[in-house]
């Protein structure tokens, strides 16, 4: 599986669970079968819309951050810009 993904849903699982919510309640939340969410934890890809309706069910948004590790960040003086 696709690391990135696999560290995109083990944080929705968690949120989940932090929540109260089964896999099977998570999915039911974001309108799409157990079965279909099980195969996505397999899966090395899922659809872009899956992912985001997974991630709203447990109150969470995608959004994109820049890739760079913050050690760098402090180096050049821009952890806070």
Do not use: C, H, W, Y
């Amino acid at each position: 599986m696709n690391q990135e993904l696999r560290e995109l849903l083990d944080e929705i699982i968690s949120k989940g669970k932090r929540q109260g919510k089964t896999q099977a309640r998570i999915a039911e939340d974001a309108g799409i079968g157990a079965v279909t969410f099980s195969r996505a934890k397999r899966a090395d890809d899922i659809q872009f819309s899956t992912l985001q309706r997974l991630a709203k069910s447990v109150g969470l948004r995608l959004t994109l951050a820049p890739d760079i590790p913050l050690a760098a960040k402090i180096e050049r003086g821009g952890l806070f810009k």
